[in-house]
């Protein structure tokens, strides 16, 4: 079961010797927050990203020639300098053709995850801040949602719209939704009851304001690591998608297509179904070791899991634990309660 | 949950009887007019909700999904026999991955800061990027093509299985090393395990009886959730290796425009998905008497 996220003023808001030592405990922590940001994972991660990145912009100077550019005499050659990766069966350049092929699973990934990301995060603020019906149908919806292995719900949306890359993007979108609408509510529900909340509110903010000034910013480190790990699972399911026929189409050299048509030859020719798939792992390889390092260095209390702790100022808590010394244990039931909802 | 799963009937089926099912069965010349007719033969003239209807009717009373397109055939028929092709693959790559990935997450939990810990961290992050069907492609040239140990696709002898289980269980496996040695490492901090120590049980005793049953439980609700994924899993395996399974079904379904197939096969898949969660739910309350008593 997970930690309540506000923790904090619930452990502070019992009397009990040992509510005040996991007080002293949370002190403690604050104070080595920030040397452990820097880990392996994060620096090859963002190396591996980097490398990415570079290959998408880069990808006219770094080709050796256009991906499309049909040679017929240099069909099927071997890797050597003047082609690292070998050529295909019309005599491309697979090299290139990997390189231009950044290009796509990054606008892939990218768009995809926007596309589940903002109506996720969007719902999941109005359905955690309101906790009226609203939260209890869209809940309701999302579970619904969820109960659906998310690749099949890809397949038959593709199978609806037609194979394309963009129906690839707007079905893993789509999948994607729930995903970060169940963080965004969670975390939104544990930091209602928070401090700079009430404040604002009692500052006659609007509503809107409240929920995306001030709540939603206090989600930044959850939803950052949430995406991160979302844009390397949308490649890859990307690239499955078109491996079996129902993403990107042949003549694009989007990286699952092009292991695809490396199959039909590879005993002929190993680079062509091997060098696309490296470039899927790595890439993968990548988003995930940022995603976990990103998340050790956001929050190194709750190592390895997935929910997060909104950041809670010193004073806030100070005043959070004179607060619940006057509410007494009401507080702490709430606060049960909506940890029950989390787990 | 029946109300879920009808949901999501009416919601796939909505889009199930699209134009081109039938244009493409007819022919690009077909004339309008045959159109027409194939359309009242297939019953796709009428609205929506009476197709519904009459499709959730047959479906519930009798078990009829109506018939493939493409061959004539009952779709449950149809599905019947490809699932049994589908189950025994899944079945097979959760045993693997469950066996495989509990002992290694074990392992690695037990020897904190050892090699050994080490490499299974090393595997989980690899096994978690790697793409199955890269694996999968890998794996044929080594075994099928160059050392020719393994067929490279079909179905009968045992040979034919051992490829399609390992590259569907690799993910699996490597999520259920981490959860495991996750959540070792959480109950082997836990008090009652300091008890039982102090209370002088030697170490086996401790681990079999407070640790590792105290830190199945996470692992039987992860396996339940991730046999959807190995079933979804197994569209992109199935098409690799030539097996005859639901996944395979569904994929060249999608290419003909079979959508009772489609329609009855996803149907299929989410029943199983929302059993499995059940399954999943009850044998979680059995495992953890504290989860009976607050939710059931």
Redesign the interface.
């Given at each position: 079961m997970a930690i309540p996220a506000s923790s904090t003023t619930e452990r502070t808001v019992t009397l009990s010797p040992s509510g005040q030592v996991a007080l002293r405990q949370n002190v403690r922590r604050s104070a080595w927050r920030w040397p452990a940001i820097v880990s392996p994972q994060l620096i090859i991660g963002s190396a591996l990203l980097a490398l990415l990145i570079i290959a998408a912009i880069f990808a006219p100077i770094l080709a050796i020639s256009p991906p499309d550019e049909i040679e017929p005499v240099q069909r099927l050659l071997p890797p050597s300098p003047e082609h690292p990766f070998g050529t295909d069966q019309l005599g491309r350049d697979l090299f290139s053709r990997v390189i231009y092929g950044s290009r796509l699973a990054l606008q892939m990934s990218v768009l995809s995850v926007a596309l589940s990301a903002i109506p996720g995060i969007v719902l999941g603020l109005i359905a955690g801040y309101y906790r009226n019906w609203i939260n209890i149908a869209l809940t309701m919806v999302m579970?619904?949602w969820l109960?659906?292995?998310?690749?099949?719900l890809a397949?038959?949306l593709?199978?609806?719209m037609g194979p394309s890359l963009g129906t690839t993007v707007i079905a893993l979108g789509i999948v994607g939704v729930p995903a970060f609408y169940r963080l965004v509510r969670n975390s939104t529900m544990s930091a209602r009851h928070a401090l700079y909340i009430e404040a604002a509110y009692s500052m006659g903010f609007s509503e809107a304001r409240i929920l995306f000034r001030h709540v939603l910013p206090n989600l930044a480190s959850p939803i950052i690591v949430l995406t991160t790990l979302r844009l390397?699972a949308m490649l890859?399911a990307g690239?499955?998608l078109s491996?079996?026929?129902?993403g990107a189409q042949p003549p694009d050299p989007e990286w699952?297509a092009l292991?695809a048509a490396?199959?039909d030859s590879?005993?002929r020719a190993?680079w062509l179904?091997?060098f696309?798939?490296?470039a899927?792992?790595?890439s993968?390889?990548g988003f995930?070791?940022m995603g976990d390092g990103l998340r050790d260095a956001l929050a190194p209390d709750q190592k390895?899991r997935r929910s997060h702790k909104p950041k809670v100022r010193r004073i806030e808590r100070w005043l959070a634990v004179a607060r619940g010394l006057r509410a007494g244990g009401k507080q702490s039931d709430q606060q049960a309660a909506s940890s029950?909802n989390q787990g | 949950m029946l109300l879920?799963v009808s949901?999501?009937t009416y919601a796939?089926l909505e889009?199930a009887p699209?134009d081109a099912a039938f244009t493409l069965l007819a022919g690009e010349e077909a004339s309008a007019e045959q159109i027409a007719t194939l359309r009242h033969e297939l019953g796709l003239d009428k609205p929506l909700a009476v197709r519904y209807l009459s499709f959730l009717s047959g479906a519930v009373l009798h078990g009829d999904l109506g018939q493939s397109i493409m061959s004539g055939r009952d779709v449950s028929e149809l599905l019947g026999e490809r699932f049994v092709n589908t189950l025994i693959l899944t079945l097979m790559a959760t045993v693997l991955s469950l066996s495989i990935g509990t002992l290694a997450g074990i392992l690695a939990a037990a020897r904190p800061g050892s090699f050994l810990e080490a490499g299974v961290m090393f595997f989980v992050?690899?096994g978690?990027?790697?793409?199955?069907?890269?694996v999968a492609?890998?794996m044929?040239?080594v075994f099928s093509?160059h050392l020719g140990w393994l067929p490279v696709v079909g179905a009968g002898t045992w040979t034919h299985m051992v490829l399609p289980t390992v590259s569907l269980a690799l993910p699996t496996t490597a999520v259920v090393a981490r959860l495991v040695r996750?959540s070792v490492l959480d109950v082997k901090g836990a008090d009652h395990v300091r008890t039982a120590r102090s209370k002088g049980l030697d170490s086996r005793q401790t681990w079999q009886y407070h640790i590792l049953r105290n830190s199945m439980i996470p692992v039987i609700t992860l396996i339940g959730l991730h046999l959807?994924?190995l079933?979804?899993?197994t569209?992109?395996i199935e098409?690799?290796f030539g097996w005859p399974g639901l996944g395979r079904l569904?994929?060249q379904a999608?290419?003909d425009r079979d959508l009772p197939v489609?329609v009855g096969a996803?149907i299929l898949?989410?029943v199983i998905?929302?059993i499995l969660?059940l399954a999943v739910d009850v044998a979680h309350a059995r495992l953890d008497p504290r989860v009976g008593r607050?939710a059931l």
């Amino acid at each position: 079961m997970a930690i309540p996220a506000s923790s904090t003023t619930e452990r502070t808001v019992t009397l009990s010797p040992s509510g005040q030592v996991a007080l002293r405990q949370n002190v403690r922590r604050s104070a080595w927050r920030w040397p452990a940001i820097v880990s392996p994972q994060l620096i090859i991660g963002s190396a591996l990203l980097a490398l990415l990145i570079i290959a998408a912009i880069f990808a006219p100077i770094l080709a050796i020639s256009p991906p499309d550019e049909i040679e017929p005499v240099q069909r099927l050659l071997p890797p050597s300098p003047e082609h690292p990766f070998g050529t295909d069966q019309l005599g491309r350049d697979l090299f290139s053709r990997v390189i231009y092929g950044s290009r796509l699973a990054l606008q892939m990934s990218v768009l995809s995850v926007a596309l589940s990301a903002i109506p996720g995060i969007v719902l999941g603020l109005i359905a955690g801040y309101y906790r009226n019906w609203i939260n209890i149908a869209l809940t309701m919806v999302m579970d619904a949602w969820l109960s659906f292995p998310g690749l099949l719900l890809a397949i038959v949306l593709v199978a609806r719209m037609g194979p394309s890359l963009g129906t690839t993007v707007i079905a893993l979108g789509i999948v994607g939704v729930p995903a970060f609408y169940r963080l965004v509510r969670n975390s939104t529900m544990s930091a209602r009851h928070a401090l700079y909340i009430e404040a604002a509110y009692s500052m006659g903010f609007s509503e809107a304001r409240i929920l995306f000034r001030h709540v939603l910013p206090n989600l930044a480190s959850p939803i950052i690591v949430l995406t991160t790990l979302r844009l390397g699972a949308m490649l890859l399911a990307g690239g499955g998608l078109s491996f079996i026929g129902l993403g990107a189409q042949p003549p694009d050299p989007e990286w699952g297509a092009l292991l695809a048509a490396g199959r039909d030859s590879m005993g002929r020719a190993w680079w062509l179904a091997t060098f696309p798939g490296l470039a899927i792992a790595l890439s993968v390889l990548g988003f995930n070791l940022m995603g976990d390092g990103l998340r050790d260095a956001l929050a190194p209390d709750q190592k390895s899991r997935r929910s997060h702790k909104p950041k809670v100022r010193r004073i806030e808590r100070w005043l959070a634990v004179a607060r619940g010394l006057r509410a007494g244990g009401k507080q702490s039931d709430q606060q049960a309660a909506s940890s029950m909802n989390q787990g | 949950m029946l109300l879920v799963v009808s949901f999501l009937t009416y919601a796939l089926l909505e889009f199930a009887p699209s134009d081109a099912a039938f244009t493409l069965l007819a022919g690009e010349e077909a004339s309008a007019e045959q159109i027409a007719t194939l359309r009242h033969e297939l019953g796709l003239d009428k609205p929506l909700a009476v197709r519904y209807l009459s499709f959730l009717s047959g479906a519930v009373l009798h078990g009829d999904l109506g018939q493939s397109i493409m061959s004539g055939r009952d779709v449950s028929e149809l599905l019947g026999e490809r699932f049994v092709n589908t189950l025994i693959l899944t079945l097979m790559a959760t045993v693997l991955s469950l066996s495989i990935g509990t002992l290694a997450g074990i392992l690695a939990a037990a020897r904190p800061g050892s090699f050994l810990e080490a490499g299974v961290m090393f595997f989980v992050i690899v096994g978690l990027a790697l793409p199955t069907f890269w694996v999968a492609l890998l794996m044929i040239m080594v075994f099928s093509l160059h050392l020719g140990w393994l067929p490279v696709v079909g179905a009968g002898t045992w040979t034919h299985m051992v490829l399609p289980t390992v590259s569907l269980a690799l993910p699996t496996t490597a999520v259920v090393a981490r959860l495991v040695r996750a959540s070792v490492l959480d109950v082997k901090g836990a008090d009652h395990v300091r008890t039982a120590r102090s209370k002088g049980l030697d170490s086996r005793q401790t681990w079999q009886y407070h640790i590792l049953r105290n830190s199945m439980i996470p692992v039987i609700t992860l396996i339940g959730l991730h046999l959807g994924h190995l079933l979804s899993g197994t569209f992109i395996i199935e098409t690799i290796f030539g097996w005859p399974g639901l996944g395979r079904l569904v994929v060249q379904a999608i290419f003909d425009r079979d959508l009772p197939v489609v329609v009855g096969a996803v149907i299929l898949i989410a029943v199983i998905f929302q059993i499995l969660n059940l399954a999943v739910d009850v044998a979680h309350a059995r495992l953890d008497p504290r989860v009976g008593r607050e939710a059931l």
